[in-house]
């Protein structure tokens, strides 16, 4: 079966990429001082796949409660008390 994605649903892939790379921003290892690696796969919201991976489990701990939150945290930190 072919399926066609329109503009709409690419953009939603590239908000949805967008927001687990701004989720991932400034997260080093403590230990190696490298970033988590992000791969994504597929074209529409329902098939896209995130592959994750770093230097040490302590890393990857970090990047995937950082990807667990449901928005960046530089946009949780601006929001008004």
């Known amino acids: 079966m072919f399926v066609v994605f329109t503009d709409s649903d690419r953009m939603r892939v590239e908000r949805f990429k967008q927001s687990t790379r701004e989720k991932l921003r400034g997260v080093r290892c403590p230990e190696h001082h490298q970033p988590p690696r992000l ?3 597929g074209e529409s919201l329902q098939e896209i796949t995130i592959s994750l991976s770093g230097c040490c489990a302590r890393l990857m701990q970090l990047a995937n409660a950082r990807v667990a939150l449901s ?3 530089e946009t949780q930190m601006r929001k008004p008390a």
Request: glycine share 0%; no cysteine.
């Open 71 to 73: 928005e960046p945290v």
């Open 39 to 41: 791969h994504f796969h």
